[in-house]
Structure formats: structure tokens, C-alpha cells
């Protein structure tokens, strides 16, 4: 014998659904009063259900704007109170960044006239210099008329220092001085100029020696090229001293101080903690990106940190009562008031706390505060709150449905609304 299910039609499918609908708001609905009765048996009587409706939903009852909660309400509210309490907290804020060559530790061979490269002995870029090293040789044609006018004029000297004419002496040494100047400002060494004297000989290329220690980091030139007056041939970077250039939001700004110490990690030697200090703070906010350039300088002399590394910094500081920052604990300060960050009841336009009533349990009030920067899991109070006073801070939010049910005032309606009506109309 067959059996064939025949498809049940639309009508068929939308009876189904709703009675589905209806068992399942029958199941939470008889769950919902068997949480919140008092009797824990499986089967309440009709009048005992309609008793227990009407004392839960006057668990919350309030005189003016007073908010009150019964012994069972606060405890299925969960509500916790803490004192509003004066204290140094610290604040800790954390900043990203990359490391980067100090730029005043930067330098810079040039060709201080125009010429040709004959020999370059640093080929490549990464290579540790230290000042004095030749850096190339190079040949121009005006270093060497600057040499012949040297010699010239040392000849001249030569010959008329023990003379009686002061003038002509007097002419011959300024000549002297003027042909030395002139290779000193073409970067020519005081021994290379003391040597050329010595010899009496003109040298066809002169030698250009590292001004300072460091790491070159760009090379612009080859052998053989003729440059221009002021071609950049090398960079070099010293770094002993390097730059953490990191972005802190407008929002984190008033936590950091020139001369700050701050300490970083990265992830290049991890566990290993390094500090810096805050050298500079852009006073210009970038618009897109709404944060402003910090720098620190960082003593790198052990040579463990790299330009380019990722850092994570850690900024901590403290404020006090008036508002002021400081870096170390103002032991001489007035402390400001503090609150936990989970007091508050924050919106656009205002900031509220429920405060539990003095000496009775179970009365809170509302009252609306201001509120100055978080500082880790607390805020400071600049106004609204005294100290020792308790405010809620779990199941505050509980609080002000009850309020908002009572149309009572509360976080969204500082005016209050239009009462909710409790259990039914004929009782």
C-alpha cells in the first residue's frame, strides 16, 4: 500500500505558525513569573499568579524622583554602590610609531664645486664610517687654480715678510689668508691645505673625508661622474641618537609633556623595555586623521634599535584635582574626585549617576554630573558629586528603566514622560 503527504496549503502553514507562536510566548510567559515568584512550587493558583504580578512590577516604586527597590529587586537588579572617593590615578595610555633617523644628526658630503668623481671607497649604503675616513677623491680644474693662487701667494709672503714695506707685507698675508679661506670653504682639511704648503705641489685629486661617525645611507654618485656645485654625493647618519615618531589622538593629547619619559617596546626584542624622551608635540592636529605628531629622542648607544622598527609606547601621567598633568605622583597636590568608569550613565548632551540616598537602603536619586578626562577604569568628577557619597555603579542602567517606566526623569528624559501603566486596569 502507498502513502502519499500531501503539501499543506498556505492557510494551512500560517495556522501552523501562530500556534507554534502562541506556545512558545505561553512557555516564556509562565517562565518569566516562575524566575521572578517567590513560591518555587510548579503550580500557582490564578489569584496567587495576579498577587505576585502586581508586587513585581511594584518592586520599583518611587516617591518624587526617588527611585525605590525592594530587597528582592536590588538583588535581581544586582545593584552595587562604591563611595566617591579623592586619588591619585595613574594614566595610562598607549601610542604607535616607527623608528627614524634624528635629523640633527644627519650630514651631508656635497660638491662644494663642480668637478669629477675618480674614486668612490664607500660603494654602497650601510656601511659605518667614522669621521675622518676618505669618502672619495675627486678632480675639478677650480681646486686646482685655487691651489696654484695658494702657492702663489705663499711665495709672495715668502719673500716679503722680512721686507721694510709694511704695506706690500701687509698685502702678501691678506693674499695668503684669502687663498687658504678659500679652500676651507670648499671643503678642504686644514691638514690637506698645511700639506699642499709643505710640498710646494699641486695634487691633481684631493680627498674628501667623512665629517662625521655614522652609517651611510644614501649614495647619489658613481666613479667617473662629473656633478654640478651641490650635488648631495652621500648621507651619513649618526645613530647613537634616534627619533620615535608616533600619532596620539586629540583625545590623548593632554596626558603628554615635553621632556616626558616615556617607555617602548618592539618586536624585535621582546620583554626588552626602552625609553625615550618627548622632545616635540606638533601644534597642529592633522584634520583627516585627527591626531597630532609626538616625537621622542631615544640614547641608542648599545645600537639596538634600527630606523624603521614598529614601537609600542606607554605614556603614564597624573592629574590632579585642579586639572593639571603631571608625570611623577604630585604627592603635594589636591587629589581629585573619582568615580568608577561604570557609574556614569553617558550621553551626548549630559551625564547622570544614581546616587544611593543617605542611611536608606534601597532609595537612589538621580543627579547629573560633569565629568572630566577617564583615567584608566575611573573617571574624574569636576562637578555634581561629593566626596563619600555613593553612587551606583552595577545595575544603574536597571535603574533608569525603572525610571523611564515611571516616567520619572532619566538618562534619555530629563523631563520625565508619561507613566506606564502596572498590571491590569480593573485591579
Known amino acids: ?75 535581581l537588579a544586582q545593584i552595587v554602590v562604591e563611595p566617591v572617593i579623592r586619588k591619585f590615578v595613574q594614566s595610562e595610555i598607549r601610542l604607535y610609531g616607527k623608528i627614524d633617523y634624528d635629523e640633527t644628526n644627519v650630514t651631508y658630503i656635497t660638491a662644494w664645486v663642480p668637478g669629477r668623481i675618480e674614486k668612490l671607497f664607500v660603494n654602497f649604503t650601510g656601511m659605518e664610517v667614522e669621521t675622518g675616513d676618505p669618502m672619495l677623491e675627486y678632480y675639478s680644474p677650480e681646486l686646482i687654480v685655487a691651489q696654484e693662487e695658494l702657492l702663489q701667494s705663499l711665495q709672495s709672503y715668502r719673500e716679503l715678510k722680512n721686507t721694510k714695506t709694511s704695506f706690500a707685507k701687509d698685502q702678501s698675508w691678506d693674499n695668503l689668508k684669502s687663498a687658504r679661506t678659500k679652500l676651507r670653504l670648499w671643503g678642504i682639511e686644514d691638514q690637506q691645505v698645511q700639506k699642499i704648503e709643505t710640498e710646494g705641489k699641486i695634487s691633481d685629486v684631493l680627498t674628501v673625508y667623512a665629517p662625521d661617525s655614522g652609517v651611510v645611507i644614501q649614495k647619489k654618485a658613481l666613479e667617473g661622474e662629473y656633478v654640478k656645485e651641490g650635488t648631495k654625493i652621500y648621507t651619513i647618519a ?23 619619559d616615556v617607555c617602548f617596546t618592539t618586536e624585535a626584542h621582546p620583554g626588552k623595555v626602552f625609553h625615550g624622551t618627548t622632545s616635540f608635540i606638533n601644534p597642529f592636529l592633522n584634520e583627516k586623521t585627527r591626531t597630532a605628531s609626538v616625537r621622542l629622542d631615544v640614547d641608542n648607544r648599545e645600537g639596538k634599535l634600527k630606523p624603521g622598527m614598529y614601537v609600542t609606547a606607554t605614556v603614564r601621567s597624573y592629574i590632579t584635582a585642579d586639572e593639571k598633568v603631571y608625570v611623577e605622583k604630585p604627592i603635594d597636590k589636591k587629589k581629585p574626585l573619582i568615580i568608577p568608569a561604570t557609574a556614569p550613565l553617558i550621553t551626548g548632551k549630559r551625564t547622570i549617576v544614581y546616587i544611593q540616598k543617605p542611611d536608606v537602603e534601597g532609595e537612589y536619586l538621580l543627579r547629573e554630573i560633569v565629568l572630566g578626562p577617564r583615567t584608566g577604569n575611573y573617571y574624574i568628577v569636576v562637578k555634581g558629586l561629593e566626596e563619600e557619597e555613593l553612587v551606583v555603579v552595577n545595575g544603574n542602567f536597571k535603574i533608569d528603566s525603572a525610571a523611564q517606566i515611571q516616567a520619572k ?12 501603566m502596572k498590571g491590569h486596569g480593573s485591579h
Open 238 to 260: 649618526n645613530l647613537d641618537k634616534l627619533w620615535v615618531q608616533m600619532e596620539a589622538y586629540e583625545s590623548d593629547l593632554m596626558w603628554l609633556k615635553l621632556g616626558q
Open 409 to 420: 526623569p532619566s538618562m534619555m528624559s530629563p523631563e520625565g514622560g508619561v507613566k506606564m
Open 1 to 75: 500500500m502507498k502513502f502519499s503527504m500531501k503539501k499543506p496549503s498556505k492557510k494551512q502553514l500560517l495556522v501552523i505558525v501562530a500556534i507554534s507562536a502562541s506556545i512558545i510566548f505561553l512557555i516564556l510567559f509562565f517562565a518569566f513569573f516562575l524566575i521572578f515568584s517567590e513560591n518555587e512550587t510548579p503550580h500557582v493558583p490564578h489569584r496567587k499568579m495576579d498577587e505576585q504580578h502586581h508586587q513585581m512590577t511594584e518592586m520599583m516604586t518611587g516617591m518624587d524622583n526617588t527611585i525605590k527597590l525592594s530587597p528582592r529587586a536590588r538583588t
